[in-house]
């Protein structure tokens, strides 16, 4: 990415609360109401004091901050300085939960630390003892977990720092330990954006902006085997990556041509065997239980493509929806761009709404002067359309920050 850069209200039942019964968790209230309730995570990624945004959805996509929200992660976000350096802000997979959901982790990619938070049963965060934990690398941008392991994607930022995929032990109490040998290393100007762990098999991929997808093997201990050779790719900015959930198929996203790529696994050796590249979208992305519907972000545009993926090999368009709120439009080296660009995105639990954060990418462009950081909630349809029936939220963070990453947390399952 460059430089930096509802459905109908549903009428709640009123729950009466005793003050004997003042500590009902938030989660209690919710399943009280209508038996479902989720937290959405958004990461500010504030330069200053990096946090997390925590709202309930009862199931309606009418969000609600929870009490002591936002949660400090004890570092820092990227300043701008570091967003006009190497394609900083092109990430996904910025916070996750952990596999066994105890946990919520985080990149503060300005301090070069992963935090770590207690998921607690109402939804809000306490910080692990230790956290944060230093990212093995400089500008952590991504995470994903496989077994006990974190894999955390190290962008670098200078010709002098290498970036790298390296490898922590999850451990009981939420902290981090380092894995000896579990580190590779890539190209200095390589911009590594995403780590993605397959669903089913021993292998690791990494996205790259400078024009790589990057395989390994990921053996017992944590530690990374390297895979021979690169796959093809039909342009030169790799970023977002997602698999698809019952078949060995990789989708890739390349937002400045505006394609989606699409790769066989091989499960034999994991490696990746180019299919096709589809116009429409092209950043990060997300997919739905059921592997028939795609949903890819286009920044650019800030915009959200909806693909028929029924065959998940050969990916049809199937809508577009244009974002609510995008600013003003603006030029960057005679090129227009909407002041609010579309960054993150999650699938609610019931996949019923999709949760979209949009930055303000004109910080210092032109005399705009509006915060255009919002969330979008959008409602899909029952053909998996999206339309955005209600106003975007904005989000409690300055102009000038970029927030980036977006989680959603079932508290039904518990």
Known sequence: MKR?????????????????????????????????????????????QNAIIAYQNNGDGQLQQLPGSPFLTGGKGIDHDSIRVIYSNASDNEIII????RF?????????????????????????????????????????????????????????????????????DGSLSPVPGARADLPTSSSPCQVLVSRNLPFLFGSEFTNNISDYTMNSNGSLGSLPGNPNVPAADVQGLCQHPSQNILYAGFPQEGVTGVYEIIPTTGALTFKTSVSGAGANMRINNGGSLLYVLNP???????????DASSPSVLAKLTLKNPGVIYRNHANPYPSSECASLSLSS?????????????????????????????????????????????????????????????????
């Open 98 to 101: 952990s596999n066994d959901r």
């Open 300 to 310: 650019y545009k800030n915009a959200v493509s909806v693909f028929n993926t029924s």
């Open 4 to 48: 930096i850069s509802l459905t109908a209200l549903v009428v709640l039942s009123t729950v009466v609360f005793l003050a004997s019964c003042s500590k009902t968790s938030v989660k209690t209230q919710s399943l009280l109401s209508n038996g479902f309730a989720e937290i959405v995570y958004v990461q500010t990624n504030d330069p200053v």
């Open 350 to 414: 019931n996949e019923q709404f999709l949760f979209v954060v949009s930055q303000n990418t004109n910080w210092g462009y032109s005399p705009d002067t509006a915060n255009n950081n919002w969330l979008h909630i959008l409602a899909v349809q029952g053909d998996g359309t999206l339309t955005e029936p209600g106003e975007p939220m904005q989000l409690p963070v300055g102009r000038a920050v970029f927030p980036r990453g977006v989680a959603v947390y079932n508290m039904s399952y518990n």
């Open 104 to 172: 919520l982790l985080a990149v503060n990619s300005g301090s070069n630390t992963i935090a770590v938070f207690n998921i607690n049963s109402d939804g809000t965060l306490s910080t692990v003892p230790g956290s944060p934990f230093p990212s093995g690398g400089v500008l952590p941008v991504s995470l994903a977990h496989w077994q006990q392991y974190i894999y955390v994607a190290n962008k670098g930022r200078t010709s002098n720092q290498t970036p790298n995929f390296i490898a922590f032990r999850l451990e009981g």
